[in-house]
C-alpha cells in the first residue's frame, strides 16, 4: 500500500467545485476513496488522489452506462 506523505488539504467541497456537481464522502468510500482526515467539519483527500478519484468515477460511470 502507498504511503502519503503530505499533509491531506483537498476538500470534499473543492472536489465537487472541480467536478461541477456534489458528491458524498460515502460515495467516494464506495468507489475506493476513504478520507485522509476530518479536521473541523471538513473532509480532506490528498491532492494527489484527485486524478485518481476522476478515473474512478469516469470507471463507475462507464459501468453504470453499461449495465442500465
Known amino acids: 500500500q502507498i504511503v502519503q506523505a503530505q499533509v491531506p488539504s483537498l476538500k470534499l467541497g473543492t472536489i ?3 467536478l ?3 458528491l458524498t464522502a460515502e460515495f467516494l468510500a464506495s468507489i475506493g476513496f476513504e ?3 476530518k479536521i473541523k467539519g471538513a473532509t ?3 491532492e494527489d488522489d484527485f ?3 476522476c478515473n474512478a468515477l469516469i470507471a ?9
Do not use: K, W
Open 51 to 53: 486524478p485518481l478519484i
Open 60 to 68: 463507475h460511470i462507464n459501468e453504470v452506462c453499461e449495465t442500465a
Open 35 to 37: 478520507p485522509a482526515a
Open 20 to 22: 461541477g456537481f456534489s
Open 16 to 18: 465537487a467545485e472541480r
Open 44 to 46: 480532506l483527500f490528498h
